[in-house]
Structure formats: C-alpha cells, structure tokens
C-alpha cells in the first residue's frame, strides 16, 4: 500500500472527519460567542459598572501616560491589559457554557440521559439480615415471617 493510499484511509476515517467538522465548527462558534462579549455582553457590563469600557484598561509598564490602550501601543509602550484578560475571561465563561448546554442538548437527544435509579429487587431480612426477594413472605435462610 502507497503512502498516499495510506493517507487517504486515514484522512476518511469516521473519527477524522468529524474532527475535523468539529474544529471548523468551534472556530465559527468562537467568533459568534467573540462577539456576543464584545458587543453584547461588556457593553451592557459596562454600563451596570459606570460606562467601563474593559477593553480599554491597562497599567502602562513604562514612562508616560496614555489616554488609550492603541495610543500606547503606537507609542512602543508596554502595557498590562488586564482589561483584554476580563473580556477573555468572560468569553471561556460563556464558551464553556454554551458547550455544557449544547452537549446536554444533545445526550438528551440520543437519549443519552441519565436514567433513574432501578427499583429495589431484595429487602433485607430482619433478623439473619440476609437478602431475600421483595416480594418475599417468608425469608428462605432463617424461615421468619417477613412484614
């Protein structure tokens, strides 16, 4: 078998190519939950916090001061944007959320859920504390009357 008869089984196996819809798929999430944060979310954060714009707060590790976040950069200074960690912060929160849900969507789907605890089969008898049936009357070891 050639390298690229090789390749090519690999490549088509079922595991690959859903992985591969998978991390095309994440990536296109990951945009849309980008922006959900970006511009849904933090706005309305920043509002609830005053008007704090999180995108734009940093610590200026250098001499000056500047105004914005891009006015720092331009100028060569380095900062710490503690600001881009928040939103980052809040964009793996969200992430990690909607994958929880979409999973938990999804077993219950394939009916995949989390079944119920099976009902009993045996009581415990009372006085030689075997297991003898539910149904049972009697116990099968000691031959006691079951309640």
Do not use: H
Request: aromatic residues 8%.
């Amino acid at each position: 078998m050639s390298m690229f008869e090789e390749f090519t089984k690999f490549a088509m196996r079922g595991n690959v190519v859903d992985m591969a819809v998978g991390v095309v798929m994440g990536g296109a999430f990951g945009k849309i939950v980008s922006s959900l944060v970006a511009d849904v979310i933090m706005p309305v954060v920043g509002k609830l916090t005053g008007g704090v714009d999180f995108s734009n707060k940093f610590i200026v590790l250098g001499d000056g001061e500047f105004a914005t976040l891009d006015a720092a950069k331009e100028a060569g200074v380095a900062t710490l944007n503690y600001g881009i960690f928040i939103d980052a912060g809040i964009n793996f929160l969200i992430i990690a959320a909607a994958i929880f849900f979409a999973i938990k969507v999804m077993n219950r789907l394939q009916g995949e859920e989390e079944e119920a605890p099976a009902e009993p089969t045996t009581k415990e008898c009372g006085e030689c504390l075997l297991e003898v049936p539910i149904k049972a009357t009697r116990c099968g070891y000691c031959t006691i009357e079951l309640t």
